[in-house]
């Protein structure tokens, strides 16, 4: 039974140091992602969140260590392998970036349309198209606006309809619900959940840790950089650390 | 029966710009060769700078080449002129991939200067290279027949715009203004932003090198500081932006209307028409950031349209 999850491993991440220039973001952190797990990634401002999700997806060099997605290395200073950002894509892990970074002049639907550049098939864009405005009824009705028009939570629902539209096992979303509204929130934790239910992976950066905890089962806290706790999120809720760091108890 | 009309009266249009020389005067084709190679150099600058969000200054470089290609061909080696346009056609291309390459990394203000030394270097460089016929310039031979040059040009110009509308409705139109929207996000989607960008260079390239390459056929001489004037790279702009970056017919009508406009005022205002750019400029960054094209396609406009522009991008 324990072989038998360790050979699903979504993401695996093993050693991995990344970051600009000069200065070194990341240090050693060791972090993987079940198949059909969601995983939350909590921690402070500047402690890496946004900086390990760039490194996975490759828009970040990393200086050593390794990633796999599916077993199959996308990085790894050993081997000398790195795949570029489109490869990765390619092979099923999508980002829904900081900022959400939508197109502005562009429609909802040009978009969302953009997320399956590396699927050129216009039958089955129309068909991912339903599906996805099925996910999101409220960015249905808005496709013909122009994306930087929307409100906040409509425009991180057309960033992450647009994500999905490359049909990802793995889903990376950076900051879920900064600045959004509490509703909007809500309703973006219960498509969290359907978009798991389908059987893709998630990893969820999220500061708010109670938003974090409630839609993962389990969590990795950053810290300037490092990994320094892991586990499930009824643990970690209990943790008094966490209480006392995070949550204000 | 409206739609029947529409394309009868297109149609007409059509065949009356086409047949210009056979019922106007010397002075109107000329006007109009012109207007026709500024409106190919703006829609190359447009397919960069517009649709890939690449502002480059130094367009002109695809222009001079394509004009010294032509040229060196048809005298040295007596190609017919549409074979050395060819010629032309693929050292603007091969040349915007070359340096495009290493630039294309640049974003906004360095990719902007970078291009505009690029112009002034490979302007230093033919002065300087003996086969060239360094600062002397070269001389072409006489075009029999000086309509030559209008239905060349126009054809170029159409395959042009055609060539363009076809590329925008597929991927590579749709990773050029993903990747002028925002370059990381689409680098997000799986675009191949390196690739995308060196095609839209190397398009432009293309483009503007054949209208050069007209250009040295149609003046019969050339020299450095004319095909590698940086003004030209300006003028690109200024007429790209008046009538409307990033979009199809744009350029083309900013080129008729600028050109029209500086040639009616250099003759009645000889010193004052100097002021006309810089005030055309500024009014355009003010009241039309847009450009022409985004008033055309307002429907109903009135004192408000300005107003927000102003109030939108004012610095």
Redesign the interface.
Known sequence: MENDTKDKKMLKIEKLSAGYADTQVLWDINLSVENGETVALIGSNGAGKSTLLETV?G?VKPISGLIELENKPVYSDSASISI???ER??NGM??V?QGR??????TVE?NI???A??Q?NRKTLKKELEKVYELFPRVYERKNHPAGKLSGGEQQMVAIA??LM?KPKLLMIDELSLGLAPVIVDILIEIIYDISKTGTSLLVVEQDVQVALSVAKRAYVLETGKVVMQGKSKDLLDDPQIQSAYLGI | MNKVLKYVFLAIIAVLIATVPLYSGAFITRFLIGVILYAIMAEGWNVIAGYTGYPSFGNVVFFGLGAYVTALCMINFHTPFILSLIFSSIAGALFAIIIGIPILRLKGHYFAIVTLGIGETMMAITFNVPFTGTGAGLSLPLASNPNLFYYVSLIVLVIFIVFLKFILSGRLGYGMIAVREDEDAAKMMGIDTVAVKIKAFAISGFFTAIAGGIYAYWSTFIDPPTVYDPVMSIKMIIMTVFGGAGTLLGPVAGAFIIIFLSDFLSTHFTILHTFFFGGLIVMTAIFLPKGLMDVLSQKGIGWKYFIENIRKHRV
Do not use: W
């Not at chain 1, 970074?101 to 562009?106: A, G, I, T």
């Open positions: 997806i828009l570029p950002t489109r894509v390619k999508s980002l970036p970074h939508l197109f502005p002049n562009m040009e349309s953009l997320g550049f590396l050129n647009r994500a490359s």
